[in-house]
């Protein structure tokens, strides 16, 4: 006679499908994601830096060189190359070790076939992101149950910025992705220290720090944090000393990947005996004895490591103009980023960012002291700050801790403020590495707090089981904490599903031209280039856009071309000439008349473009054209401008709705 299976086999049974559905989720939303991005990297032109990004990266598969583009670690472009190597592309090094004349070179090697090589690399790229989006939903799940992981997920699969440059042949989003990855293991390894986890974090650690030279700052954010974290009370599994040993494995298994990255260039040289280090470290010009004993000092970094560091304090000490809200400035502002973000994200994806934080609200449970919960709750079987022995009341295991938040926002301020104070000009993609964590945290949204013992995340399929035990638990489902949970958590999960469809709609409305999203507080992508500039919104990646609207348009002529871009437009088959230097600078609307034609100007030229200027006079300026309303536009980056000779003043047709 068959028994009656025992009550943990039937939850087991029951809870498989939520489980099963919440995959599905999971890689049918990355899949639409990798299409996403897929489908804009065959559709975009080169941006500016990606052909020598990509060049770089076929002289270390060929030639196991770094001298081209040394300011950006290996990573990126190592990996974007693979599939091109394959491919047999055409290649030219004597302009080495100037990375942008790299770059133009392989661009005429190739003619029009390095489309297709760039596409290739974008898509070797693709991986990033995905990996990204993964980590967004393995540390929501981890933190607040499976629906707080699947809110993260969709945040980052929609977000414009990831959308943008997810596709890019850059390594902002490989350092995104990657520094996650390890900050999510340190986490891990953080919780419950041991040797498996210790190795781990520091082999990712190590290919963090071959994405993007910011994470050197977790050579002294993770031992902080790790000694904050303890001296709060968590002792972990280990002793003191078991996990310092732990983390100098760490600190050498990084310090191994990155020399490996690098192919063991000449690791463990003095720094004098480097040149970038003798440069910017003013060793040579300190005569000091404690100044030469550290000139002695063997460093455990590959001198071509070294030597791109250097490059990067050269670029920081000249000061690059950044753009903002219609002012050019070297270096940058203080509240740059914060006010950047504020438009560059969408606005639902910013309230739910916001509702985390409502939602941090500790609640009060009935459960005294360390009394165990009634036998209808059953404990959360998640990781936590806390030893596995103590027994905790079910609204503290559900609400989460706060070393956690402090997890999530350390590297978010840390960040913001490394990019915001080094000295490089100010570009929304060096603040991409904070999206992962501002992402994890809008999961927590989905928590509703704790009432009279009763804390759950909404459409959790564990937390199903749990609250569907509560009214026998609690006394019937007219019980007030069962109502009350109730009351909390049908608006908060409309709510969510509003501010998250806000999201997703606003980013969806602007693809595939990604790169210029720009909230509604902004005015939306059109007027987005009153605020911010270059890579923030015009990098070049419409000029393809442009070509089809122009095979369209055959009329359109005489036609005047001012782009902002990798090559010049002939390199596309455009025919076309450059803008007069007579209508450059302050000109009136007379003169403008006197030139009749077509104009295609990139935004960056309505504003008097100088990133890269030492003068500011030399600075191509067609802010003539701004009091004039585009005939079209192709993307939101280059807008077309028709001028009738016979019209008064020079204005402008009225829009036809060009290729967007």
Request: hydrophobic share 45%; charged share 20%; with cysteine.
């Given at each position: 006679?068959?028994?009656?299976?025992?009550?943990?086999?039937?939850?087991?049974?029951?809870?498989?499908?939520?489980?099963?559905?919440?995959?599905?989720?999971?890689?049918?939303?990355?899949?639409?994601?990798?299409?996403?991005?897929?489908?804009?990297?065959?559709?975009?032109?080169?941006?500016?830096?990606?052909?020598?990004?990509?060049?770089?990266?076929?002289?270390?598969?060929?030639?196991?060189?770094?001298?081209?583009?040394?300011?950006?670690?290996?990573?990126?472009?190592?990996?974007?190359?693979?599939?091109?190597?394959?491919?047999?592309?055409?290649?030219?090094?004597?302009?080495?070790?100037?990375?942008?004349?790299?770059?133009?070179?392989?661009?005429?090697?190739?003619?029009?076939?390095?489309?297709?090589?760039?596409?290739?690399?974008?898509?070797?790229?693709?991986?990033?992101?995905?990996?990204?989006?993964?980590?967004?939903?393995?540390?929501?799940?981890?933190?607040?149950?499976?629906?707080?992981?699947?809110?993260?997920?969709?945040?980052?699969?929609?977000?414009?910025?990831?959308?943008?440059?997810?596709?890019?042949?850059?390594?902002?989003?490989?350092?995104?992705?990657?520094?996650?990855?390890?900050?999510?293991?340190?986490?891990?390894?953080?919780?419950?220290?041991?040797?498996?986890?210790?190795?781990?974090?520091?082999?990712?650690?190590?290919?963090?720090?071959?994405?993007?030279?910011?994470?050197?700052?977790?050579?002294?954010?993770?031992?902080?944090?790790?000694?904050?974290?303890?001296?709060?009370?968590?002792?972990?599994?280990?002793?003191?000393?078991?996990?310092?040993?732990?983390?100098?494995?760490?600190?050498?298994?990084?310090?191994?990947?990155?020399?490996?990255?690098?192919?063991?260039?000449?690791?463990?040289?003095?720094?004098?005996?480097?040149?970038?280090?003798?440069?910017?470290?003013?060793?040579?010009?300190?005569?000091?004895?404690?100044?030469?004993?550290?000139?002695?000092?063997?460093?455990?970094?590959?001198?071509?490591?070294?030597?791109?560091?250097?490059?990067?304090?050269?670029?920081?000490?000249?000061?690059?103009?950044?753009?903002?809200?219609?002012?050019?400035?070297?270096?940058?502002?203080?509240?740059?980023?914060?006010?950047?973000?504020?438009?560059?994200?969408?606005?639902?994806?910013?309230?739910?960012?916001?509702?985390?934080?409502?939602?941090?609200?500790?609640?009060?449970?009935?459960?005294r002291g360390g009394d165990a919960p009634p036998s209808g709750l059953?404990?959360?079987?998640?990781?936590?700050?806390?030893?596995?022995?103590?027994?905790?009341?079910?609204?503290?295991?559900?609400?989460?801790?706060?070393?956690?938040?402090?997890?999530?926002?350390?590297?978010?301020?840390?960040?913001?403020?490394?990019?915001?104070?080094?000295?490089?000009?100010?570009?929304?993609?060096?603040?991409?590495?904070?999206?992962?964590?501002?992402?994890?945290?809008?999961?927590?949204?989905?928590?509703?707090?704790?009432?009279?013992?009763?804390?759950?995340?909404?459409?959790?399929?564990?937390?199903?089981?749990?609250?569907?035990?509560?009214?026998?638990?609690?006394?019937?489902?007219?019980?007030?904490?069962?109502?009350?949970?109730?009351?909390?958590?049908?608006?908060?999960?409309?709510?969510?599903?509003?501010?998250?469809?806000?999201?997703?709609?606003?980013?969806?409305?602007?693809?595939?031209?990604?790169?210029?999203?720009?909230?509604?507080?902004?005015?939306?992508?059109?007027?987005?280039?009153?605020?911010?500039?270059?890579?923030?919104?015009?990098?070049?990646?419409?000029?393809?856009?442009?070509?089809?609207?122009?095979?369209?348009?055959?009329?359109?002529?005489?036609?005047?071309?001012?782009?902002?871009?990798?090559?010049?437009?002939?390199?596309?088959?455009?025919?076309?000439?450059?803008?007069?230097?007579q209508l450059r600078g302050a000109v009136s609307a007379d003169e403008?008349?006197?030139?009749?034609?077509?104009?295609?100007?990139?935004?960056?030229?309505?504003?008097?473009?100088?990133?890269?200027?030492?003068?500011?006079?030399?600075?191509?300026?067609?802010?003539?054209?701004?009091?004039?309303?585009?005939?079209?536009?192709?993307?939101?980056?280059?807008?077309?401008?028709?001028?009738?000779?016979?019209?008064?003043?020079?204005?402008?047709?009225?829009?036809?709705?060009?290729?967007?």
């Amino acid at each position: 006679m068959p028994q009656d299976p025992s009550l943990e086999e039937c939850e087991t049974r029951e809870s498989a499908a939520p489980r099963e559905r919440v995959r599905v989720a999971v890689v049918a939303l990355l899949t639409v994601h990798a299409g996403l991005l897929a489908f804009s990297a065959a559709h975009n032109a080169p941006t500016i830096d990606e052909p020598f990004h990509l060049a770089a990266g076929i002289r270390r598969g060929q030639e196991a060189a770094f001298d081209v583009d040394r300011g950006n670690p290996p990573l990126a472009g190592s990996i974007a190359a693979l599939p091109v190597l394959l491919a047999d592309p055409k290649v030219e090094w004597r302009a080495v070790p100037d990375s942008f004349a790299v770059g133009h070179d392989f661009l005429a090697a190739n003619g029009l076939r390095s489309l297709w090589l760039i596409t290739l690399a974008r898509w070797a790229c693709i991986p990033f992101s995905l990996l990204g989006g993964y980590i967004c939903y393995r540390w929501g799940c981890d933190l607040h149950g499976a629906s707080s992981g699947l809110l993260s997920l969709v945040l980052w699969c929609f977000c414009p910025s990831v959308l943008a440059h997810g596709q890019l042949v850059t390594g902002d989003m490989a350092a995104a992705a990657v520094g996650a990855l390890a900050f999510y293991l340190f986490w891990r390894w953080l919780r419950r220290p041991c040797l498996g986890r210790a190795a781990l974090a520091g082999l990712v650690w190590g290919l963090a720090e071959l994405s993007k030279y910011v994470w050197l700052i977790l050579y002294l954010l993770w031992p902080f944090m790790w000694l904050l974290l303890r001296r709060s009370g968590d002792k972990g599994t280990g002793t003191f000393l078991r996990e310092m040993g732990q983390g100098a494995l760490m600190v050498a298994l990084s310090l191994y990947i990155i020399n490996m990255g690098y192919m063991f260039d000449r690791p463990f040289q003095p720094l004098e005996k480097v040149d970038e280090g003798r440069k910017h470290s003013n060793l040579a010009d300190t005569g000091s004895r404690s100044a030469g004993r550290l000139a002695g000092v063997p460093t455990p970094f590959p001198a071509q490591y070294l030597g791109g560091l250097g490059e990067m304090a050269g670029v920081a000490k000249g000061h690059y103009w950044s753009y903002f809200c219609g002012e050019w400035r070297r270096g940058g502002w203080w509240h740059f980023y914060p006010c950047a973000l504020l438009i560059k994200l969408p606005l639902g994806t910013l309230a739910l960012v916001a509702l985390g934080f409502l939602c941090g609200r500790r609640g009060q449970s009935h459960f005294r002291g360390g009394d165990a919960p009634p036998s209808g709750l059953r404990r959360s079987r998640r990781e936590s700050w806390h030893s596995p022995r103590e027994r905790l009341p079910m609204s503290r295991l559900s609400r989460g801790d706060w070393r956690d938040d402090l997890f999530l926002w350390t590297p978010i301020l840390v960040i913001l403020a490394f990019v915001t104070w080094s000295g490089i000009a100010q570009h929304v993609r060096y603040a991409l590495p904070i999206l992962p964590f501002a992402f994890v945290w809008a999961g927590k949204a989905t928590q509703v707090p704790a009432s009279r013992g009763v804390a759950g995340r909404i459409g959790d399929p564990s937390d199903i089981r749990q609250i569907g035990n509560l009214p026998h638990a609690a006394g019937g489902i007219g019980d007030p904490s069962y109502a009350s949970f109730v009351a909390r958590g049908v608006p908060r999960m409309c709510a969510i599903l509003m501010l998250l469809a806000w999201s997703t709609l606003s980013a969806l409305w602007v693809y595939p031209h990604s790169l210029s999203y720009f909230n509604e507080l902004a005015g939306g992508p059109i007027m987005g280039h009153e605020y911010l500039l270059d890579s923030n919104t015009d990098w070049g990646q419409d000029l393809l856009y442009f070509k089809t609207w122009l095979e369209e348009q055959r009329e359109a002529s005489p036609l005047y071309v001012t782009f902002n871009g990798c090559a010049a437009p002939e390199f596309f088959g455009i025919d076309s000439r450059e803008v007069p230097q007579q209508l450059r600078g302050a000109v009136s609307a007379d003169e403008l008349s006197t030139r009749p034609g077509w104009y295609a100007v990139s935004v960056n030229f309505l504003h008097s473009h100088r990133y890269m200027t030492i003068d500011p006079a030399a600075a191509v300026d067609l802010s003539c054209f701004r009091s004039m309303r585009p005939t079209a536009m192709a993307g939101y980056s280059i807008f077309i401008y028709h001028v009738d000779g016979d019209s008064e003043g020079g204005t402008a047709c009225e829009p036809e709705g060009g290729k967007r």
